[in-house]
């Protein structure tokens, strides 16, 4: 994605900036709409081949403006039909995107940062430390390379039915370039997903979830990890600068935004370290009577982790205990894990990394 050319990259522009872009070289707002049904419905990336505008607007275009895509440096097929690209970011840098097919849904799992700054404990991602954000072509960019890529539905339907920022990076702390690229997942004239459809997971950057809950509403997912601040200190170190309270606060706001909207609770089991009974109540105890639900997600190793998965048993009996005390709790499957696709095993490459070890300062610049 790194060509030198003064040339506008129109693949990450929503509605709004790519009307003004038409606006601005004198030419009626609605080619632009026309443009994103090309680009964004048709998988058509030449200015040429978009018949329905003038022969002279296409060679304006050519001459002004480009459709630009991450490159593609691998594609793997895991066992369980898992698919997982491998996408250059530019100076020998890649991220990764994958796609875990179901039989009533396609939900594709991008990425919003070449690392993360963030350095979960548990986390690959984190472990390689942060180079930069990536902007809103190359987190569309996933997107349109999947659904060229894979056969469509039986209806017809893109595969992609449902999309999950899961992938590298923490989305919250690329706010900028996350929300175009949100509102062309959500725009009629581009993928056209409900609200409903898109999830945003976040580690919590409490400023960034007022914001979304704002300006989009889409899912929220919360990576909480922990039921007390001592602990996720430990496993999650941004709740050190948003503890467990503040966070909560607002994850319920977020919620009454819109009506009957639950927010999911992810929490990753780690043997010995927040596996046990009691921290199921004290989970339990944080989210009673509020529009949460537990997603469960068995660790998955990477190398050099000190972590270990907790045993079958261990997750289903504080999952059985979460659903005692009234709690909608599920269990993550684990899903291309002989690919290294699993959640928090995503690690692309990653080099150049501006820091590695978290501090105070490092938290507050990855969220500004
Ligand atoms: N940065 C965001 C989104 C990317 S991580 C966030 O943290 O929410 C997506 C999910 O995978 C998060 O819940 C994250 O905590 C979890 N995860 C990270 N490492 C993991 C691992 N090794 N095993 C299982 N889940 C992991
Ligand atoms: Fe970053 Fe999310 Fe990994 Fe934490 S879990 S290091 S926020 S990608």
Known sequence: MHQVTDKKNLLGLPQGELESCFSEMGEKPFHARQVMR??????ITDFEAMTDLSKSLRQRLIESARIELPQVLSQQESADGTVKWLFSSGSGQAIETVFIPEPDRGTLCISSQVGCALDCAFCATGAQGFNRNLAAAE??????????????????????????????GEPLANYRHILPAIDLLLSDLAYGLSRRRVTVST???VPHIDRLGDECNVSLAVSLHAPNDALRDRLVPINKLHPIASLLEACWLYASKRANRFITFEYVMLRDVNDSLQHADELADLLDGKPAKVNLIP???????????SAADTIRHFQARL???????????????????A?????GKVSDRVRKRLSEKTIRMASA
């Open 38 to 43: 090309w680009i964004h419905q048709r998988g």
């Open 323 to 341: 659903r005692q005390r009234g709690l909608v709790a599920t269990t993550r499957r684990t899903r291309g894990d002989d690919i290294d696709a």
């Open 203 to 205: 580690s919590g950057i």
């Open 139 to 168: 987190i569309i960019g996933q997107v349109w390379r999947a659904n060229q890529a894979l056969p469509r539905r039986s209806n017809g339907d893109f595969a992609v039915t449902n999309v999950v920022f899961m992938g590298m």
């Open 299 to 309: 660790f998955n190793p990477f190398s050099g982790t000190e972590f270990r998965r």
């Open 343 to 347: 959640c928090g095993q995503l690690a």
